[in-house]
């Protein structure tokens, strides 16, 4: 709580408190703590005087502003059309098989979420996965399961 | 200003430039349907219903965000107009709960007139609702169903402009657009005052007030209960609209007379009490001054500022909580009304106030949370069983098959009938601080108020913060210490007004003495409760008959109401007395703000 607070306060000392701010406060927030707590979104409202609701309202707009927890690394597979006809249903299953959960969920001990995301810009090199930050092109079902597993090897042994 | 020309279905208009082609079209009796539209809201252009057809555009305009331009040629009836509004129409109720045959909103829907206006049979859209859509009932004012909603923001828009809370927002995007609170909370979890203007402004039934018709129904269809029920001032002003009447319309006689058709016991008059409200919350107001100015006490905090509208002390409550020993502590009169028909007027009548239920007719939906407010219970009873609105009223009189226009006039019953011009023009926004002035004045000098036949007129009308300043000379002995004082009020409606009248009463830099604030642009006669729709002009009449209705009465001041002055004799003794302060006075509440 006192965490969340401080976070905000910094965050708003950097960026400023007006309504202009919102934006890079929330991802600064999300940058920290990974998702939007309840808590945090009241506090940024009272650090710029807005509605608790206009910064959900804002933040429930962004697909990478989450409202609700996430694991710590956040997987999005492209499902727009050029990645779907390259195949990204065969990544999408690899995954679910890895992580034992399925499109839109968070894996037990809360390392990893996998979802959906629009295009990514990388049509020409499909399919395309966005985890966390990085782009990776041109995958396959085997080089999916070789990045989750750089990130955590613990499911190294699952599969 | 620079005036433009431009032609609409062949006719010419001049307008002023940055007007929009609706504006333009309205000019020349161009009737052009909107949807998302509202003449007391800021442009959205996010429904397309009212697109137009512009010589040399290849799109369609949408005529409600589009300025019209000089020598513009505007056609608003071609086919390919039709079929796209057929379209948009179409598209609306695929995504829509149609279940008119049991809405509350039917025939008074605007998605519906659309439909109908534009033969919406045999739609070639599916159905696309989503499944599994719940009412949140959870307030005691608001009742919302997303199931109906048509996504054109107009609430959020009301929320945000005219009342400046921001309880609703539009979540998600896309097909998962929404409107929501924070964290799509229930509504009465949610940071609202339960004003109702969101509703009034909702063209479909997805937002509305909660009812308790039915409650009222069974209560007078049981013969061991004595119902009665107070009628608010703006109510009979503005119920006429829904039974036939044009706009500003006074039908007071035939509401008092419908009331009785109905089975209720007694018809009485919430001027009654608004005019104790007066009488209680002008002596609080000299009782503040003395204390502040005399006797120097530092604990005292002035302005004081009127507590009558429920939705503005709810406002007050979250986001001012450090300020409530501003308000006033009068009841509103609704609750005052409650808290003696169970006292006084069971004791006057003989009946067990066990037996009686105590109903207000009110044109508002806040006063439906004020009435379930767990400390009104002050006559050992819930004060007041039931508040409706002047909709459900309207309802309850198309229900009862009265033929309201053919209604002879009567009076209201008594006791706790009797009203003043003062207690009238509560309501409208200043008729609260006039009515007071005039009373207050009175008291302090003994002369009536310095305004011509009583109108003070520097309160009226529908600006949004409105000042005047009254200096007090020949003071009563009494009252010496008020010789020479400028008394400064201040009036304001609408709470994004409230705000900036209480962000300078935060700040210690509030230059007045007495505040009224109504929740409601226009004050009642504009209340969330009233007849759909309601715009300026709409409560610019509204008001006129309210001060008609004032100049009408033969006793204009409140304290001389003949009633009151019986109350007080009989059983109130003195204003601020212990009595008073049992049953006319409230507490507040710090509640959270974000
Ligand atoms: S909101 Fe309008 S269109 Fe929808 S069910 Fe109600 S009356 Fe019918
Ligand atoms: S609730 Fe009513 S006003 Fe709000 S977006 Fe829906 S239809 Fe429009
Ligand atoms: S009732 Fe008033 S405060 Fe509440 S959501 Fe509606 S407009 Fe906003
Ligand atoms: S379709 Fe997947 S990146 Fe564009
Ligand atoms: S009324 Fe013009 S776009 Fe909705």
């Known amino acids: 709580m006192i965490q969340t607070k401080n976070l905000v ?60 927890p996430v694991g710590k690394n956040v997987i999005r597979v492209c499902k727009t059309i050029s990645c779907k006809m390259s195949g990204k249903q065969k990544i999408v299953q690899a995954i679910e098989k890895l992580l034992k959960i399925k499109m839109g969920e968070t894996t037990r001990d809360k390392q990893f979420t996998l979802i959906e995301s629009n295009c990514l810009g990388w049509c020409h090199k499909g399919p395309v996965m966005l985890v966390n930050d990085d782009v990776y092109s041109e995958i396959t079902p085997e080089k999916a399961i070789d990045i989750i597993r750089d990130l955590d090897p613990k499911h190294l042994t699952d599969f | 200003m620079s005036i433009i020309n431009l032609t609409i279905d062949n006719k010419k208009v001049s307008i002023e430039k940055g007007q929009t082609i609706l504006d333009a079209a309205k000019k020349v009796n161009v009737r052009i349907p909107t949807l998302c539209h509202h003449e007391d809201l800021c442009v959205a252009g996010n429904c397309r219903v009212c697109v137009v057809e512009v010589e040399g555009s290849k799109t369609l305009s949408a005529s409600c965000a589009v300025p019209a331009e000089d020598g513009m040629v505007v056609k608003t009836n071609t086919p390919k107009v039709r079929n796209a509004r057929k379209d948009i129409v179409a598209l609306l109720v695929s995504e829509h709960n149609t279940q008119c045959t049991t809405c509350y909103r039917s025939m008074n829907c605007e998605l519906q007139a659309l439909s109908a206006e534009y033969n919406i049979d045999n739609n070639r859209y599916l159905s696309v609702l989503k499944p599994n859509i719940e009412i949140d009932r959870s307030s005691w004012s608001i009742e919302k169903d997303d199931s109906k909603c048509v996504r054109c923001q107009r609430c959020v828009r009301t ?70 029920i107070n009628t608010a001032p703006s109510v009979r002003v503005a119920i006429g609209e829904m039974l036939g009447y044009p706009v500003g319309s006074r039908v007071t006689g035939k509401m008092v007379t419908s009331l009785k058709r109905l089975g209720v016991d007694s018809v009485l008059d919430t001027d009654f009490s608004a005019d104790l409200t007066i009488v209680e919350e002008g002596y609080e107001l000299l009782q503040r001054l003395r204390k502040a100015l005399v006797e120097n006490d530092t604990s005292i905090k002035l302005p004081m500022i009127t507590s009558c509208s429920p939705g503005w002390v709810k406002f007050i409550e979250h986001i001012f909580p450090e300020h409530l020993g501003h308000l006033s502590t009068c009841k509103s009169p609704q609750q005052m ?59 309850m009189i198309n229900q009862a098959g009265l033929n309201f226009a053919e209604l002879e006039d009567s009076e209201f019953d008594s006791i706790m009938g009797e009203s003043t011009g003062a207690g009238a023009i509560f309501g409208a926004t200043g008729g609260v601080m006039e009515a007071a002035l005039r009373t207050a004045y009175e008291l302090v000098t003994g002369r009536d108020v310095p305004f011509d036949n009583l109108n003070i007129l520097p309160v009226r009308g529908m600006e949004g913060i409105k000042e005047a300043a009254i200096k007090l000379e020949n003071c009563l002995p009494d009252w010496s210490f008020l010789e020479g004082v400028e008394l400064k009020v201040a009036v304001a409606h609408g709470l994004i007004n409230a705000r900036k009248i209480m962000d300078q009463v935060a700040a210690g830099k509030s230059p007045y003495h007495f505040i009224e604030v109504m929740a409601c642009p226009g004050g009642c006669i504009g209340g969330g409760g009233q007849p759909i729709p309601t715009n300026d002009e709409i409560r610019k009449k509204r008001a006129e008959a309210i001060y008609e209705e004032d100049m009408n009465m033969p006793v204009r001041k409140s304290h001389k109401n003949p009633e009151i002055i019986k109350i007080y004799k009989e059983f109130l003794k003195e204003p601020l007395g212990e009595v008073s302060h049992r049953l006319l006075h409230t507490s507040y509440k710090k509640r959270n703000h974000y």
């Not at chain 2, 998962?176 to 063209?203: R, W, Y």
Request: hydrophobic letters at 35%.
């Open chain 2, 159 to 228: 929320c945000a402009e005219l009342q400046h809370v921001n309880a609703l927002t539009v979540s998600g995007k896309g097909k998962d657009m929404k409107i929501s609170t924070f964290m799509d909370l229930p509504l009465n979890e949610a940071i609202c005052t339960n004003c109702g203007q969101c509703v009034i402004h909702c063209p479909t039934g997805a937002l509305t007030e909660r009812r308790y018709f039915d409650r009222v129904w069974e209560a007078i269809g049981n013969e061991k209960k004595h119902v009665v």
């Open chain 2, 337 to 395: 009304f409650g808290a003696l028909s169970k006292t006084y007027y069971a004791e006057k009548k003989g009946i067990d106030p066990k037996d009686i239920v105590s109903i207000s007719i009110m044109p508002c939906a806040a006063k439906k949370f004020e009435a379930n407010r767990p400390e009104m219970n002050d006559s050992g009873y819930r004060d007041i069983d039931a508040g409706l609105t002047t909709r459900e009223l309207g309802h």
């Open chain 1, 9 to 68: 306060k910094e965050l708003v000392d950097k960026h400023g408190c007006s309504r202009n701010n919102l934006l890079p406060i929330l991802q600064g927030v999300v940058a920290d703590e990974n998702y939007l707590t309840e808590k945090a979104m009241v506090e940024v409202a009272k650090a710029l005087d807005l509605s608790s609701a206009e910064v959900y309202g804002t933040a429930s707009f962004y697909s990478y502003l989450f409202t609700k």
